[in-house]
């Protein structure tokens, strides 16, 4: 049995985690591919759960042993999607999504095709600043730098196959469904 990719990107604060979370409660076959990074966790954040935090030099180092489908720096870190855990959800017929930035997202949809490709928009840009803003989790530079990427982010929600405003969870996950379901 053949899975299903799923690239879902949005800019920070749009409610990825959430979104993911929901769906993964509302259907066993959805698994996150747990990414990579070098960013220290947020509270609340679990190893290999959330992300597996990796030091630069181990990023690197599985980088250059090409175990990464793809990698880039975000927000000054870096981040990856690894392929041996992607391929072999794949294989067990799951959903496979991938979270990640429109700059990773991009490069998947170059290399994996076939992938769906979904962009989360905010109900409006006020309320994104609000969301990221009640997170507290980063400083002032932090915090302006995600919205200034936002824009940019948003900006490039055309490139993806499908665009999804998440101003509703319900919706949000129906919607979803609707397009791996469609193509399973």
Known sequence: MSGKLVILSGPSGVGKDTVIDEWRRTDPDVTRVVAYTTRSPRPGEQNHVDYHFVSRDDFLRQASDKR???FKEVHGNLYATPKHDMEEMLEQGKIAVLKIDVQGALAVMNLRPDATS???LPPSMAELERRI???GT???AQLQRRLDNA???VDQAP???HQIVNDDIE???EELV???RARR
Do not use: A, H
Request: hydrophobic share 40%; net charge neutral.
């Open 68 to 70: 990464f489908l793809e």
């Open 171 to 173: 919706r949000v996950i």
């Open 151 to 153: 824009l940019g982010e």
């Open 118 to 120: 979904v962009f989360l």
């Open 178 to 180: 609707l397009l791996t």
């Open 159 to 161: 490139k993806y196959r």
């Open 133 to 135: 803003r009640d997170r």
């Open 138 to 140: 980063e400083d002032p």
